[in-house]
């Protein structure tokens, strides 16, 4: 169904050319599945994109979108708040720790990055520092399509044609790279080298999604944030993907026990239902934007559906759900028994080199030239499952909704197993004959 359409638009980071051949027009969800418009039923286990947590069809969320549409649908967030915004406010101060209690709404997550960046700069700005406007990233990192987002993005091919990016941002190697280059020891190095009083905050993902989900040695974010507490540094994490049950706490703060001046939270804190952002920020942080008019002090920075009150409603439905459904101690019991039924199916398959999860945030590793990455890549996708990669990383993502049941997950482990298999024999097919 209108395909003739699909020329009139653009889909994000793919070839048009190639994608028109062979689209995915999806129709409609239900729980982890979705369908295409031939009727293809497709489980859907990457949630969307590291977005629908609760999976497709939640009526919890959809009648609390439907209820909030009968009170007020837009608040001007210039001259007033609404009451949804402030109930969701109230419920993340829950359930961050004391200290942190202010919420900047947004519509989604390169925005709540971009807040991050100014409210560290503005606020090193108001506190006698101004000499401290850098930030320190981490090369690997995807933070975000926005300009200062993309500045702090460590990835050339998104940065690269749009180069000259923003001044000021300054790349590290993360920890998982070869050769140690990218130890606690290098950030330091980088920091010193740069003069500490020069750099306003270093941004960082608790899990690395998009470098192929890795985690942080034992011991990295509690030197990241010793380094940032010696220097005065504003410590942000980059929790557009991790928070709210992605790796089976709220936030991906909670797993790794290290807390950050400034969480930006995103995807899933609607489950996709409606678009919410927000940076959540330290009381030192927050109290230097407040002030008389004569002082002047505001955060200078606003957007237009940021704190929605539809968005608010569906965010509120989802922390319930998430709750009362106890969702978080799901994550963590599907993503052990997908790892380890993905590790029981890579027995025997030498160009499968590592397995990881993280709550629900499982990857596998593949060591195979490019072009047989690719054609594993077909291999997999025919299987009716929607995953991120393997190519070109040679690394495969999955992310299913947090309320997959224990069949369904199996059921994933075997579509994958097949498509395995599949390329295999497809190899083994094109594999001249021994002399």
């Given at each position: 169904m209108h395909?003739?359409?699909?020329?009139?638009?653009?889909?994000?980071?793919?070839?048009?050319?190639?994608?028109?051949?062979?689209?995915?027009?999806?129709?409609?969800?239900?729980?982890?599945?979705?369908?295409?418009?031939?009727g293809r039923k497709i489980m859907d286990s990457i949630s969307g994109v590291f977005v629908v947590n609760l999976g497709h069809q939640n009526r919890r969320v959809i009648d609390a979108i439907d209820d909030q549409h009968g009170r007020i649908a837009f608040a001007s967030p210039t001259m007033s708040t609404n009451e949804r915004m402030l109930e969701l406010a109230e419920t993340i101060?829950?359930?961050?720790?004391?200290?942190?209690?202010?919420?900047?709404?947004?519509?989604?997550?390169?925005?709540?990055?971009?807040?991050?960046?100014?409210?560290?700069?503005?606020?090193?700005?108001?506190?006698?520092?101004?000499?401290?406007?850098?930030?320190?990233?981490?090369?690997?990192?995807?933070?975000?399509?926005?300009?200062?987002?993309?500045?702090?993005?460590?990835?050339?091919?998104?940065?690269?044609?749009?180069e000259p990016l923003a001044p000021g941002f300054v790349?590290?190697?993360?920890?998982?790279?070869?050769?140690?280059?990218?130890?606690?020891?290098?950030?330091?190095?980088?920091?010193?080298?740069?003069?500490?009083?020069?750099?306003?905050?270093?941004?960082?993902?608790?899990?690395?999604n998009m470098a192929g989900a890795w985690e942080p040695p034992l011991g990295y974010l509690e030197g990241v944030r010793d380094l940032c507490d010696q220097h005065g540094i504003v410590?942000?994490?980059?929790?557009?993907?991790?928070?709210?049950?992605?790796?089976?706490?709220?936030?991906?703060?909670?797993?790794?026990?290290?807390?950050?001046?400034?969480?930006?939270?995103?995807?899933?804190?609607?489950?996709?239902?409606?678009?919410?952002?927000?940076?959540?920020?330290?009381?030192?942080?927050?109290?230097?934007?407040?002030?008389?008019?004569?002082?002047?002090?505001?955060f200078r920075h606003g957007i237009t559906y940021g704190g929605n009150p539809i968005s608010c409603s569906a965010a509120l439905a989802v922390i319930a759900e998430i709750s009362d459904r106890s969702l978080l101690d799901a994550a963590k019991q599907m993503g052990k028994r997908l790892s380890e039924g993905l590790s029981m199916v890579a027995t025997g398959y030498e160009f499968v080199t590592g397995i990881r999860a993280t709550g629900l945030l499982v990857a596998v590793d593949f060591d195979l030239p490019a072009e047989r990455l690719g054609r594993l890549g077909e291999n997999l996708r025919s299987q009716a499952f929607l995953s991120f990669g393997?190519?070109?990383?040679?690394?495969?993502?999955?992310?299913?909704?947090?309320?997959?049941?224990?069949?369904?997950?199996?059921?994933?482990v075997e579509m994958v197993a097949a498509g395995l298999r599949t390329f295999v024999g497809t190899s083994l097919l094109e594999s001249p004959p021994p002399a």
């Amino acid at each position: 169904m209108h395909e003739a359409a699909l020329s009139k638009t653009l889909v994000d980071l793919v070839q048009m050319q190639e994608f028109e051949r062979n689209p995915l027009i999806l129709e409609r969800g239900e729980g982890v599945w979705v369908w295409d418009q031939h009727g293809r039923k497709i489980m859907d286990s990457i949630s969307g994109v590291f977005v629908v947590n609760l999976g497709h069809q939640n009526r919890r969320v959809i009648d609390a979108i439907d209820d909030q549409h009968g009170r007020i649908a837009f608040a001007s967030p210039t001259m007033s708040t609404n009451e949804r915004m402030l109930e969701l406010a109230e419920t993340i101060d829950s359930l961050t720790p004391p200290g942190m209690t202010t919420a900047k709404f947004h519509s989604g997550g390169s925005e709540a990055i971009e807040a991050a960046i100014k409210a560290a700069r503005q606020y090193h700005l108001q506190s006698g520092s101004p000499g401290k406007y850098k930030v320190i990233s981490r090369y690997g990192a995807y933070h975000g399509a926005t300009f200062g987002a993309l500045s702090a993005t460590g990835i050339a091919m998104f940065r690269t044609p749009f180069e000259p990016l923003a001044p000021g941002f300054v790349h590290v190697p993360p920890p998982h790279a070869p050769g140690g280059i990218g130890s606690l020891e290098a950030m330091r190095y980088t920091i010193e080298a740069e003069g500490p009083d020069t750099i306003a905050a270093v941004i960082l993902e608790p899990v690395m999604n998009m470098a192929g989900a890795w985690e942080p040695p034992l011991g990295y974010l509690e030197g990241v944030r010793d380094l940032c507490d010696q220097h005065g540094i504003v410590l942000i994490y980059d929790e557009i993907v991790t928070a709210f049950g992605r790796l089976g706490e709220w936030f991906g703060a909670d797993h790794f026990g290290v807390w950050p001046d400034i969480s930006c939270v995103g995807k899933g804190i609607t489950g996709g239902y409606a678009p919410l952002s927000a940076a959540i920020m330290r009381d030192h942080i927050a109290e230097s934007f407040r002030g008389t008019r004569e002082s002047g002090r505001m955060f200078r920075h606003g957007i237009t559906y940021g704190g929605n009150p539809i968005s608010c409603s569906a965010a509120l439905a989802v922390i319930a759900e998430i709750s009362d459904r106890s969702l978080l101690d799901a994550a963590k019991q599907m993503g052990k028994r997908l790892s380890e039924g993905l590790s029981m199916v890579a027995t025997g398959y030498e160009f499968v080199t590592g397995i990881r999860a993280t709550g629900l945030l499982v990857a596998v590793d593949f060591d195979l030239p490019a072009e047989r990455l690719g054609r594993l890549g077909e291999n997999l996708r025919s299987q009716a499952f929607l995953s991120f990669g393997p190519y070109p990383s040679g690394v495969m993502r999955l992310a299913p909704p947090l309320t997959i049941t224990p069949e369904e997950v199996d059921q994933l482990v075997e579509m994958v197993a097949a498509g395995l298999r599949t390329f295999v024999g497809t190899s083994l097919l094109e594999s001249p004959p021994p002399a």
